[in-house]
Nanobody
């Protein structure tokens, strides 16, 4: 069984920073991708950032230059450093991972429980 535990959300003023963490536990072979989505009530879930095991990354356009995704493969943990936060960044942020349970199987997607990020003065 693969489990994800997210942490790091909270309330921050505009211009502030938060760092989200996502730790993967369980039995698996590797984690090809760690990423983050966000969702505002009434809207579809929106891609924010993702990083491959080799280090390549992608970002939502509005997150470029403000958010940085990273991962510590030894700890099976991904991070999303969010700087210069804006009220429009307010959302529930969900970690997702693609996990390969053994070398011969395709990767499967798993989601974290979500963490609230609120940017408000």
């Amino acid at each position: 069984q693969v489990e994800l535990v997210e942490s790091g959300g909270g309330l921050v003023q505009p211009g502030g920073s938060l760092r989200l963490s996502c730790t993967v536990s369980g039995k698996f072979y590797n984690i090809p991708t760690i990423g983050w989505y966000r969702q505002v009530p009434g809207n579809q879930r929106e891609f924010v950032a993702a990083m491959a095991s080799g280090g390549g990354s992608n970002y939502l356009d509005s997150a470029k230059g403000r958010f940085t995704i990273s991962r510590d493969n030894a700890k099976n943990t991904g991070y999303l450093q969010m700087n210069s936060l804006k009220p429009e960044d307010t959302a529930v942020y969900y970690c997702y991972v693609s996990v390969r349970k053994n070398a011969g199987r395709p990767a499967e997607d798993y989601w974290g429980q979500g963490t609230q990020v609120t940017v408000s003065s």
